[in-house]
């Protein structure tokens, strides 16, 4: 596989590969659900997670297609926490919640600062809320949304991987060291931080890919995560299209993933889940899958290793 094009691959280049959005009303999130998660306990819960309808974040990373179901424009003030009552009032009662807003939580273009106190009061009653951001968005914002909650609050940032080369292309506008001080800002007022990390990001052969997500488990833990979640990365958002098509890009395997789990399981420094969303398209073996589907599901609640799949396939 050839490295990396000539094309510089920045925002234009990536909007310009894009096809449309998904249609979506700003009062009501786009996804809802509840799904089991081992806790920072140990124990296995119930996690309500809200996809929050919201704003298109302003860094368009080569990888993302959490951008479809976003809007053009900042959605009026409210709207979020008519959102989140709106899939609260429709999902059981659960100890703790997911808001995800496909960007950074903590960017006021997306979420008004003038809307925390009403989220809290809509929160309050969970032990713990999880929220996602760009480090560009680690300050003072976190601080507030942390003093109106009464749950502990954890954020979930997109460390990708420490590649050297791989990182910069991925249009993130950030680096490692913007990482690690995030980290370290959200420890030192008792937050506790998430890393999600890309399994076979563009430009990597499958043994790389392998490679530098184990590489990426081992520099998130360093700076003091509290977990980790690996998430392979999928075409379809028209420029990883582009790039399978110029041979930049090709989706990893499920038996990668297992690799890269077994991996993060055996250092013991904090929990090491997979990100099964679509998990079926890393497999062209249907003999294995779902027998390799739940092996992933018990790593992720277990954190132990479960015996491998006797199977013949390639991927």
Not at 50 to 63: A, D, H, V, Y
Not at 96 to 125: C, E, M, Q, T, W
Not at 131 to 136: A, D, L, N, T, Y
Not at 244 to 271: D, W
Request: charged share 20%.
């Amino acid at each position: 596989m050839s490295k990396f094009p000539d094309t510089q691959i920045d925002g234009q280049w990536i909007l310009s590969k894009r096809g449309g959005k998904n249609p979506v009303d700003p009062l009501k999130p786009y996804g809802y659900f509840i799904e089991k998660e081992r806790t920072v306990s140990g124990a296995i819960e119930n996690v309500s997670t809200i996809l929050l309808t919201n704003s298109e974040c302003p860094f368009r990373c080569l990888m993302c297609d959490l951008w479809k179901n976003t809007t053009d424009e900042p959605i009026p003030e409210g709207s979020i926490p008519a959102q989140i009552e709106f899939a609260l009032s429709k999902l059981p009662v659960t100890k703790h919640l997911k808001l995800y807003n496909s960007g950074s939580f903590f960017d006021n273009r997306a979420i008004p600062a003038n809307d925390y106190g009403k989220i809290a009061s809509l929160v309050n009653h969970f032990e713990t809320v999880i929220v996602e951001s760009h480090p560009g968005f680690i300050n003072e914002n976190c601080l507030l949304f942390q003093h109106l909650i009464k749950p502990e609050l954890h954020v979930a940032i997109g460390l990708e991987t420490v590649h050297p080369e791989v990182l910069p292309r991925l249009n993130k506008k950030m680096d490692l060291a913007d990482f690690e001080r995030s980290v370290r800002f959200l420890a030192h007022h008792g937050i506790s931080s998430r890393a999600f990390i890309l399994l076979r990001p563009p430009f990597l052969s499958e043994p790389e890919g392998v490679l530098w997500a184990k590489k990426s488990i081992d520099y998130a833990f360093g700076t003091g995560v509290s977990s980790a979640t690996i998430i392979p990365v999928r075409s379809g958002n028209g420029a990883l299209d582009a790039l399978t098509a110029g041979n930049y890009f090709e989706q990893p395997g499920i038996k990668s993933l297992e690799n890269v789990i077994e991996y993060g399981i055996r250092m013991n420094a904090g929990p090491v889940f997979a990100d099964l969303w679509d998990i079926d398209i890393f497999s062209s073996c249907n003999n294995c899958l779902v027998m390799r589907k739940k092996r992933l599901t018990q790593m992720n609640l277990h954190q132990e290793i479960p015996p491998r799949v006797n199977c013949s396939c390639t991927l």
